[in-house]
């Protein structure tokens, strides 16, 4: 029987374990109540807001809502948007490499106190992370006088920006990458190595295609968060129309000022850049579960 259970491929021997134990199958009204449930609150607090957010951009027509993107200080919020995403995303990817790799690969002392600080971004709050960036580059913070003399700017400037982004985005690519690099193991690392491979000959032909996926949904999240990241900004930006705002804090001002169309109609612009975002997540995932069924076939 167990030679059997083996030679099932993977998602029929799922399929099987669900029909056959008792300990998981509910009754169909209980899956039908539970679906209903999960699909009534996504369709009121995520596909109804975000359908509310295109209907607002083109209530009045097509023309006010092309205008609204063109307008000097929507596309300076789009191009600061785009240059902080440039920047920070490939900052954190060699970062979450760097990181992953050594808490993966190797044992070293402090290698827990380690990840924990990949993980401090998300339990500190963006504001406060603006906050902490303030009191360190401000005008009467740690460094700020020093700047001054040297005429750095970094606070209420795009340097600030960016370290602000770059913070509360880094644990995104490492996070994707170490949990998968340790079940992965040293094992096809170290023969690469004792069949004569350097170092990034290893890192080019075994490592990286073993956790490209991984690393590609890492970079989307990482990118995702570094556009629509509002909070730790706003700290530190200013908020200079034409200079330091990015298109989240664009779109509050403009909601501030009673300028509901021209909000709305950037504020689509992030939302379809979430949607972009979940259609590659989606994709992404779809990759992993065909890889992962083909070896289980190849590897009954």
């Given at each position: 029987?167990?030679?059997?259970?083996?030679?099932?491929?993977?998602?029929?021997?799922?399929?099987?374990?669900?029909?056959?134990?008792?300990?998981?199958?509910?009754?169909?009204?209980?899956?039908i109540?539970?679906?209903?449930?999960?699909?009534?609150?996504?369709?009121?607090?995520?596909?109804?807001?975000?359908?509310?957010?295109?209907?607002?951009?083109?209530?009045?027509?097509?023309?006010?809502?092309?205008?609204?993107?063109?307008?000097?200080?929507?596309?300076?919020?789009?191009?600061?948007?785009?240059?902080?995403?440039?920047?920070?995303?490939?900052?954190?990817?060699?970062?979450?490499?760097?990181?992953?790799?050594?808490?993966?690969?190797?044992?070293?002392?402090?290698?827990?106190?380690?990840?924990?600080?990949?993980?401090?971004?998300?339990s500190?709050?963006?504001v406060?992370?603006?906050?902490?960036?303030?009191?360190?580059?401000?005008?009467?913070?740690?460094?700020?006088?020093?700047?001054?003399?040297?005429g750095?700017?970094?606070?209420?400037?795009?340097?600030?920006?960016?370290?602000?982004?770059?913070?509360?985005?880094?644990?995104?690519?490492?996070?994707?990458?170490?949990?998968?690099?340790?079940?992965?193991?040293?094992e096809?690392?170290?023969?690469?190595?004792?069949?004569?491979?350097?170092?990034?000959?290893?890192?080019?032909?075994?490592?990286?295609?073993?956790?490209?996926?991984?690393?590609?949904?890492?970079?989307?999240?990482c990118?995702?968060?570094?556009m629509?990241?509002?909070?730790?900004?706003?700290?530190?930006?200013?908020?200079?129309?034409?200079?330091t705002?990015?298109?989240?804090?664009?779109?509050?001002?403009?909601?501030?000022?009673?300028?509901?169309?021209?909000?709305?109609?950037?504020?689509?612009?992030?939302?379809?850049?979430?949607?972009?975002?979940?259609?590659?997540?989606?994709?992404?995932?779809?990759?992993?579960?065909?890889?992962?069924?083909?070896?289980?076939?190849?590897?009954?």
């Open positions: 029987m167990a030679g059997v259970a083996l030679a099932v491929p993977g998602p029929q021997r799922a399929r099987a374990r669900y029909e056959t134990n008792p300990a998981i199958r509910e009754s169909g009204a209980v899956r109540l539970i679906l209903t449930i999960s699909l009534l609150f996504f369709a009121t607090f995520l596909l109804l807001p975000l359908i509310a957010v295109f209907v607002e951009a083109l209530r009045r027509g097509w023309a006010v809502y092309v205008a609204a993107l063109v307008e000097p200080d929507a596309l300076s919020a789009i191009r600061l948007t785009l240059l902080t995403a440039a920047l920070a995303v490939p900052l954190n990817l060699i970062f979450g490499l760097a990181a992953a790799w050594a808490i993966a690969k190797f044992e070293f002392r402090g290698k827990q106190f380690l990840t924990t600080l990949i993980d401090l971004p998300f500190v709050s963006p406060i992370a603006g906050l902490i960036y303030v009191l360190v580059f401000g005008a009467q913070g740690w460094f700020g006088p020093w700047l001054s003399e040297h750095i700017k970094i606070i209420f400037a795009v340097p600030g920006i960016i370290l602000a982004t770059i913070f509360v985005t880094f644990p995104f690519v490492a996070r994707e990458l170490i949990p998968l690099m340790q079940a992965q193991g040293t096809e690392e170290e023969a690469a190595l004792t069949l004569g491979a350097s170092g990034w000959q290893m890192f080019w032909r075994v490592t990286l295609p073993n956790i490209k996926w991984a690393l590609l949904y890492g970079v989307i999240l990118n995702a968060r570094a629509g990241e509002f909070g730790a900004v706003s700290v530190v930006s200013g908020h200079i129309r034409g200079l705002n990015t298109m989240p804090l664009h779109v509050e001002i403009l909601y501030n000022e009673y300028q509901f169309a021209a909000a709305f109609a950037v504020a689509s612009l992030l939302a379809l850049l979430a949607l972009v975002t979940l259609a590659l997540k989606t994709y992404i995932e779809w990759q992993v579960t065909r890889q992962t069924s083909r070896r289980e076939g190849e590897h009954p």
